[in-house]
Structure formats: structure tokens, C-alpha cells
């Protein structure tokens, strides 16, 4: 019997499309060849914003719904989404301040209906933002916007998907797929065995980001998309200073670069936008990139760092749509969902572009696409319905974090904190059968336990070490190479969990 919906890709427009498609009762298989948010979709900036720097290409209408769904993450996933002041120190020689306040106003009042604290202009000589900066930097603006977990966004989506009666299939690669009248037949074969199984659907989804093209080309048909490959590169380095604020630093090319405060101990510095010429797959940051962001950061701050201060770094290439622009930051961020299909032909649907901030309202657009096809559908749900672990109340982490501390003050209060923000109220039933710290099971760096690592085996789809400690999670961080040979050999041991 056919599926209702054949997804590839496991990204943050696969996934969030999974989810809208089962929560309105539609069969959906859902495949990605390697893991859950494994390429473009974990190596973002983490910003869930509407996006400042579109407002010089007038891309109003882009801002405003990026700020609308920006609204919506808050209040579906607390725990993963998190509301954070940006200072911007003013450098006169790149924009002048009236166009900087114009933006930001204009900001403000596209995102009129925000939770979010309005800007201001400060003096840094008056405020403690002021402290880390040059003292050459006088005066700048202060903005709100949110920070998020970007590959646990990813697979919690997945995870709604699944408990709503998704099939999640990681390291399945669509071989080929070929129309049969009014259906697809779709060839996946499994990384892990080898071996090939047909699946037919009613409507295919390619959301393979920068495989778009390739998927297309697999399933022979028509409309092949011009894509624009751009990879952005970022960089942790050790905390750069105290406080909770964030800076969007202007550089001389007039990009913006962000320095974040990010997983307690580090600061998270990017992005580039460099073009990619090669074929799409994992890349690396190059020693030009690191110069550059570390140079961006050596004109702003009183703490100078080197390419030897950078604890980690990554890179994604990111699919965007080829608008022609001479610079591949002006590249646009929009979506375009692509449609081909036929009177009596099975349709294909592929996303090409888009953003993080955007993905919920992305996926509801593309089942409305796909509606002609798969029926009357129930109408749209995912703006309000949490995510899974969302449902904090009040959406306050850190109450809920202590309240874990309290419960469970072996755990740790540091521990309880980094549970809150990935699990969010299911962080309870995850230490429900911990009684005393031995329960918790081997540490395999960072904090992440034994007790942990099973349920994210079970639950989430987690398959190596790599995964466990760098997409479920940031503890490979503080991890160690012997810890992440450890848990690796756990992982392959036949007696491990196994979903």
C-alpha cells in the first residue's frame, strides 16, 4: 500500500514538513542518508531572527514572517529557543547612524506583535556592554532577537513526526525513484546492510538541501533547479567575556559577524559566506576563514584571539536560490518550493533555499502545495502545538532546571541546566529511575552518561559517537578523544541499546 508521503532529506525542512504531514494524519516515510541534521541543517549560526541585514536588499516581507515564526518557536520550544540581546557597536564609515536606527525601527515594528525587548541606543562608557570593547568604540545599538539549538530543532521535529506516527529512517539513501501513474516507487537502500527495499507514495518530497538537484536527477524528472552553494563557516573559541550578551559586529566588507555566548564556557564566532564550487558534502573551515573571523572579532574587542585560541570549528554548505548577486552574502534567504507534476502524474515537490527561522511556515506551505494530490487536509497546527519537552511552564528553563536539581541534587546543577534546554519537561522521565548517581552509568565526556546515551539510541536515532556528542549534543566540547573511543566502542557492542 502507498505511503501518503515519501520525505528525503533529513534536515530542518524535512523533518519540520514530517511533523505538519503526520499531525494531520497523512501515512509519511521520512529517509536521510546519514544522520538527523547532519549537514547544513547543525552548522548554522543558531539564530532563530528575522534577519537585520535583509532589511538593506528590502526584503520586508522576508523579515516580518521571519519574525512572526520567530514569535512561534518561542512558544512551541522554549527550551530550545531563547531570546538574547544583540549590541552592535556603530562604525560611521560603514553605515551611517540614521540608516542603522531606521533599520532598526523598522525592525521593531515588523516584529510588532514580539515578546521581545524593543532597541535602544547606548553609550558603552555607561554600560557594561561597553566593558569588552575597545575603548575606540563609543556608541552603538542594542537589538533583541533568539539563539536556538539548531540540530535538536531538527530532531525534535523528527521525534513529533515519529510519536505521531512517522516512520524515521537515518542512513537510508534514496537510490532512484521513477513515476508508476499516479504514484512514485522509490528504491532505498540501507547504509548500514546494504540492502535495497521499494517504498511507493503518493507525493515525494525532496528536501535534500544542497542534494536538491541531485535528488531530481535521480527520480528523471523535469524542472531542474539553479542552485547556489554557499558555505558558512564558524568558530568556538573560549569565553571571550563575561555577560550574557551577544554583538553582531560590522566588518569593513559590511557583513555582519556574530559573537555569542554559547554552551557556558565558549563563544560561537560566524559566519562567512564563501562560495562552493565543488560537490556538495561535509567541508571544513579554511585558514583564510579563520583569519577573517578572528580579524573581525581583533577590531572590536580588547581580548585579541589566534587561529590557535579555536576550540572547534564548522562548516556547512548551504542551498540557496541562484538570484544572480555578484556576493554570496547577498544571496537570497527565501524558499522556493518547486513543483512538477502532471494530470495523472505523481507530484514532486522540492524545497530549495530557506532558512532555519522559517522552516514551520515553510512546511506548512508545501502540504498546501501538495494538498490537490493528498486530499482535504485538517488545517494548519504546528504554531501552537509545543514540541516535545515544550511545554515548560511559563516556558521558564532555568526554574525548571532548578526544580530538576532539587530533585535529583547528585545530578548536578550544570547537568540539570544542559538536560533542561535538550529535553525540556522530559528531562523528568529521563532521571525518573535514577536514584543515586551510579544510576546515571559511565560518563563518556561532558556529563553525557550512559543513562543518557541509551535513550538517545532508543528514542532518537542516535548511531555513533559523532552524533551523540556533536549533533544531540554539544558535550563533545569538554570530551576527549579516549572518550569518544569509548563510547564508540559501547555503541558497537551487540549488548547496547538498539532502536
Known sequence: MARDLLIVGGGIHGAGIARDAAGRGLSVLLVEKDSLAAHTSSASSKLVHGGLRYLEYLKLRLVRESLSERESLLAIAPHLVQRQRFVLPYRGRLRPAWAVRLGLFLYDRLGRNSSLEGSTRIRFADSPYGEPLQRRLRSGFVYSDCTADDSRLVILNAKDAAERGAEVRVRHRLLRASRQGSEWRAEIRDEATGETAVEHARALVNAAGPWVAEVIGGCQAGGKKSVRLVKGSHIVVPRLYEGTQAYALQHSDRRLVFVIPWQEDFTLIGTTDVPWQGAPGRCEIEPAEVDYLCEVVNRNFEHRIS????????????????????????????????????????????????????????????????????????????????????????????????????????????RCRRLTRAYGTRAIGLLEPVRAAADLGEDFGGGMTRLEVDYLVCEEWARTAHDIHWLHSKTGLRATAEDRRRLDDYLADPVAPSA
Open 307 to 414: 587561529p590557535a585560541d579555536v576550540a572547534w570549528s564548522f562548516a556547512g554548505i548551504r542551498a540557496l536560490q541562484d538570484d544572480d548577486s555578484t556576493r554570496a552574502s547577498a544571496v537570497t534567504r527565501e524558499f522556493e518550493l518547486a513543483l512538477d507534476a502532471g494530470a495523472g502524474r505523481a507530484p514532486l515537490l522540492s524545497v530549495v533555499g530557506g532558512k532555519l527561522t522559517t522552516y514551520r511556515r515553510l512546511a506548512d506551505l508545501a502540504l498546501g502545495k501538495l494538498a490537490p494530490w493528498l486530499g482535504t487536509l485538517p488545517g494548519e497546527w504546528t504554531a501552537t502545538a509545543p514540541l516535545p519537552g515544550g511545554d515548560l511552564p511559563g516556558g521558564d528553563v532555568e526554574t525548571f532546571a532548578q526544580e530538576l536539581a532539587r530533585r535529583w541534587p547528585f545530578v548536578g546543577e550544570r
